[in-house]
């Protein structure tokens, strides 16, 4: 690791400024993702502003049709939360797959969708959720949040402070975890909600989480596994690697996208 | 360089440190206490786990100053002089190691476990040691001990 300059932040506010001023700084939330960074070398911030003593920032809320969730609210307390549990069990499932238990134990919904993993979790329930990302700035849509991969359209010194999800008539979320990683090789989304059918799906897109839109179209017609199986996904745009080819990745998000429909009801 | 101090195994420990220096770096380099292992450098492997404010975490992947002021159990807090936890002695008695490398931060974990589900399932056990790998035993005596170790600590 670099040497870099750490201090905590009493508040969201002097969290933002801290970053701002600092040379070339970052927020430090669960570190799950940004420590084993700056270990490897691929970062070098000049500070670390880290928000975990700021209390406004943790919790979970119920806004009657929508749950709002902090951002700094680890993956372990939203898997656990009997609210979520039972006005979105597809978020609460989601959640408690995440990593490992130690991970989950510091990870943050905040600092994972500002990250935008190509293959994390969250930016699926965001976008087929329809969620709404809040900054100390402004309230940012689901559709307009991320930007490709490891890219969102947050700015310098933008700071999560929660994410509202409408609560769904439907929804479930089915991943196929790498075997190593337990990171998703493909996970779907699958929800009704305002109306909506959407589907989204995280680890498959080059450009990271995107809408599936040809299986939307047939669970809209008739909301069946067996709608959602019957639709080929072309490989375009997919990734290939060494877990996975792209074909064999447009192929899985059918069949997640099926399971996720028999698991919603 | 900054002074980061907390209680380690009920003992009040301070030492100066770098920003940069983890929290396992702290326990091993600063205190000498080398009972939590590093097997990664990826934050995957789990032989780093460790108790902060009673919940398991990997040492690896947190700073000593996020710790700071913090209650923080290692593996050598876990035995009373000579007589070892039972979780410890559950390991020994069914054959849950061989290098005994993964072994501090599997036992760890397994604590943090047990005390969320004090009667877990062979399967749970399975899926709550995702992040603890081991190279050696195949985990079959692992996870013998942690059902053992739980049932002990259940009397
Ligand atoms: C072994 C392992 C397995 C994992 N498996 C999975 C998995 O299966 N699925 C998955 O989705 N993730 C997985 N993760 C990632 C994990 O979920 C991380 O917790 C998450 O991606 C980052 O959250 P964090 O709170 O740790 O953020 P940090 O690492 O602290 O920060 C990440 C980035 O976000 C910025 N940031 C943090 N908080 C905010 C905020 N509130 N506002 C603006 N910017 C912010 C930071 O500056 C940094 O750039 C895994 C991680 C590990 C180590
Ligand atoms: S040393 Fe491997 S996870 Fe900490
Ligand atoms: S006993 Fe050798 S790594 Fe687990």
Redesign the pocket.
Known sequence: MYQFNYQKAGSADEAASA?TAAEDG????????????LKQRL?Q?SD??D?AGISD?VGIEDGGDSITIK??T??VDVANSDLVKSKIPALASLAD????P???N??????????N?P?????AAVLGLNATVI?NKREIAAEDYFDGMFTTV?EEG????AVRFPIPAKAAYM?F??PA????LV?VMVAQTGGDTRVAV?GAGQDGVFRASEIESALSANWSADAAKAVKMSDDGLNADIHASAEYRAHLISVMASRAVTAAG | MPTVSMTVNGKSVSAEVEPRTLLVQYLRESLGMTGTHVGCD???CGACVVHVNGESL?SC?MLAAQAEGADVTTIEGLADGDVLHPMQEAFRENHGLQCGFCTPGMVMSALDLVQKNPDPSEQEVREWLE?NLCRCTGYHNIVKSILAGAQALRG
């Open positions: 970053v970052r927020f430090l939330a669960g570190g799950m993702t940004l420590i084993p960074t970062a911030p670390l502003v928000l920032l951002g700094m680890r993956h797959n995440i990593g490992d130690q991970v989950r510091r990870g943050t919904i905040g600092g994972s969708l500002a990250n993993d293959a994390a979790d969250y930016p900054t947050l933008e700071l999560i402070t991943k975890p790498n990683s337990r990171y998703a996970g995280t | 990826t934050s995957q990997k992947t992040g």
